[in-house]
């Protein structure tokens, strides 16, 4: 059972774009809600995280939006640069369940120059 | 840069054989994840481990598969009797307390393919 679905698989933007990510998740009792950004050959890095109790965080150029109700999340990265070319994955967890993350299966992110 | 140390990076075996892999938390990280990542896929949680206590293994195969974190040194992931489907990249995370508020430090993986 797929419990975090995220799409799109890939995505190309512009240098200067809006590249946005979506994730939707199934199991209500999820109470963090992180994003991870993984370059070829390296471990996933946390790049912003949300509760459920907040409707958007921001980090510099990275936004996350919740929306509990339709149990979905998204990431944006305003003015996409080049460097931001890697692979993201939304993730969730619950408390209860001491951290282990639930993942999507990670969008494909190219930003041209 | 003390970050989450595995090892090795790439590990090459033959059908039927072990393969060990072997994780160092950060320091002051007492909690030890192993995630599994297929090709083209999201990672997929294996086991979770404090010292010398497995927590929960709910993702663990049931066979041939085990985990440990000892006392001293670092946590190992092994695989007994290793078959093709096992290749993979295994990454292990740490964390410094439980709950899932406390956010994990991945390392750079091993990559296990199996000949």
């Known amino acids: ?113 | 840069n003390a970050g989450v140390m595995q090892n090795p990076r790439h590990l090459v075996r033959r059908r039927g054989q072990e393969a060990r892999l072997r994780c160092s938390p950060m320091k002051g990280h007492s909690h030890v994840y192993w995630y599994r990542q297929l090709p083209e896929e999201g990672l997929k949680f294996m086991v979770y481990l404090q010292k010398e206590n497995i927590i929960d293994e709910s993702g663990m195969p049931k066979e041939r598969f085990s985990a440990e974190f000892p006392k001293e040194g670092p946590s190992i992931l092994r695989i007994q009797q290793v078959v093709r489907g096992d290749s993979a990249a295994y990454f292990c995370a740490s964390s410094p307390l439980q709950g899932s508020n406390q956010p994990q430090h991945f390392g750079d993986g091993t990559r296990l393919s199996i000949l």
Request: hydrophobic share 35%; glycine share 8%; aromatic share 12%.
């Open chain 1, 1 to 113: 059972q797929q419990q975090v679905k995220q799409s799109p698989q890939s995505l190309i933007v512009q240098k200067g774009g809006i590249s946005i990510i979506n994730c939707a998740y199934e199991n209500t009792a999820f109470d963090y809600f992180p994003w991870y950004q993984q370059f070829p050959g390296k471990g996933p890095a946390l790049l912003i995280a949300i509760r459920p109790d907040v409707s958007e965080k921001k980090e510099g150029r990275f936004t996350i939006s919740f929306n509990k109700s339709a149990k979905q999340f998204s990431l944006h990265i305003m003015d996409s640069q080049p460097g931001d070319s890697a692979t993201y994955f939304c993730a969730a967890s619950i408390n209860a369940n001491a951290g282990k993350s639930t993942f999507g299966d990670g969008t494909t992110l190219t930003v041209k120059p």
